[in-house]
């Protein structure tokens, strides 16, 4: 039975994989409207989220948590060697095409890191003719809010081709205070993240194409307690404050068939207050 209604799209992998796989494409991402990507991978067969209070959390793939550095976190096909868990906060449902998740051991093809499978993000690409006068092509924005923690988010995109070369860009924005629960309010578990990515391309002739791809986000959340966040809060507070991602990646396309990339992340540690 296909929950949505229709025929997916065959699931598209950067390499051959002979793993068990899975993927969520946009239209299932559009339909289940979730708040990150968390949510995205939630809905997926043998992935366990593990929340530990604000918008952190972890995956466990094969019984192994993303914290163990077993489950790496592709993006566009490259290996993003930034803090896994961490990493997983970093993306709006917005800017994503779809999610592919390898289970079980795929260290043979994506090195030994992937000891339980991994995840591989793919991030939306413009859409245009980039041969023709420059015109945008798409925009738009959206806004969420939510009353267990009085939280809010927005994003706002646009893209647009032509001269040669096409883009899409985005900025992104959550807040929110610390969660009011059945038992009171859940202390240290307030967050707030701002950041943006911009994908520009050049196309100098039929068939060949360059891509840059950079990324900047910070995020500001306490742990409120829970996996990964033991014990939390009132016994310990921990807070990633803040925590820095940059990452810039540069592609290349022939014949729109072979892409080569070559990709750069850095990723701030968190820092832990006790009190």
């Known amino acids: 039975m296909n929950p949505l209604g229709g025929q997916l799209t065959e699931p598209k992998t950067t390499r051959q994989i002979t793993q068990s796989v899975s993927v969520v494409e946009r239209g299932q991402i559009e339909q289940t409207s979730p708040a990150g990507l968390l949510d995205i991978l939630s809905s997926v067969p043998g992935v366990s989220v593990a929340r530990s209070g604000g918008i952190g959390g972890q995956i466990y793939l094969r019984g192994f948590s993303s914290n163990s550095f077993r489950s790496p976190l592709f993006v566009d096909g490259d290996r ?3 803090r896994n868990t961490l990493q997983l906060n970093y993306f709006s449902p917005e800017e994503i095409e779809r999610v592919e998740v390898i289970r079980g051991p795929a260290s043979v093809v994506f090195g030994s890191e992937a000891l339980t499978g991994l995840v591989n993000v793919i991030t939306r690409s413009p859409t245009g003719n980039p041969n023709g006068p420059f015109r945008f092509t798409g925009g738009g924005f959206s806004v969420g809010v939510g009353s267990a923690a009085k939280s809010a988010s927005t994003y706002e995109w646009a893209q647009g081709a032509g001269g040669g070369f096409d ?5 992104a924005g959550r807040w929110g205070g610390n969660y009011q629960s059945s038992l009171g309010e859940v202390p240290n578990s307030d ?10 391309g050049y196309t100098p002739d039929i068939g060949q194409r360059f891509e840059l791809t950079l990324r900047k986000y910070s995020e500001t959340d306490g742990r409120a307690g829970g ?9 310990v507070i921990q807070r990633n404050d803040p925590n820095n991602v940059m990452s810039a990646r540069l592609a290349t396309s022939a014949n729109s068939t072979a892409w080569s990339s070559m990709s750069r992340a850095r990723s701030m540690p968190t820092i832990s207050i006790p009190r």
Not at 191 to 200: A, P, R
Not at 227 to 235: D, F, I, L, Q
Request: cysteine-free.
């Open 167 to 171: 883009f899409i860009g985005g900025f």
């Open 227 to 235: 996996v990964g966040g033991a014990p939390g809060a009132p016994y």
């Open 80 to 82: 993003f060697r930034g």
């Open 191 to 200: 967050y707030n993240s701002l950041g943006g990515s911009l994908k520009i």
